[in-house]
Nanobody
Framework: QVQLVESGGGLVQAGGSLRLSCAAS????????MGWFRQAPGKEREFVTT????????YYADSVKGRFTISRDNAKNTMYLQMNSLKPEDTAVYYC?????????????????????WGQGTQVTVSS
């Protein structure tokens, strides 16, 4: 089992930036993809972005394309989410997730059900 811990959330003004981290520990050898999801009050959990752990292929939700960048350091078992040009609508709890499923297309990891392990979440608040 993999343990995931998010960090880096906080309060920023619109237009600002934050960098989230997700540190993985435990058995990480079988990781196929990791991703970021977010959930705002009263809304369903929403896909943000995902990365193939082996190839580095990425996929982004339309709402964050051009503003967010996902990356990973395989040697450190750490994933990052660089968030720029933040908007109030980005306010949410951001969750890190890990999948061991084998999929041909990275887009398959848009679905939360594809992930087996989840972090506790980190709050991102963007003020107007």
């Amino acid at each position: 089992q993999v343990q995931l811990v998010e960090s880096g959330g906080g309060l920023v003004q619109a237009g600002g930036s934050l960098r989230l981290s997700c540190a993985a520990s435990g058995r990480t050898f079988s990781t196929s993809a990791m991703g970021w999801f977010r959930q705002a009050p009263g809304k369903e959990r929403e896909f943000v972005t995902t990365i193939n752990w082996r190839s580095g292929s990425t996929y982004y939700a339309d709402s964050v394309k051009g503003r967010f960048t996902i990356s990973r350091d395989n040697a450190k078992n750490t994933m990052y989410l660089q968030m720029n040009s933040l908007k109030p609508e980005d306010t949410a709890v951001y969750y890190c997730a890990q999948s061991r499923k084998i999929e041909y297309y990275i887009s398959a990891f848009r679905t939360a059900a594809k992930y087996e392990s989840w972090g506790q979440g980190t709050q991102v608040t963007v003020s107007s």
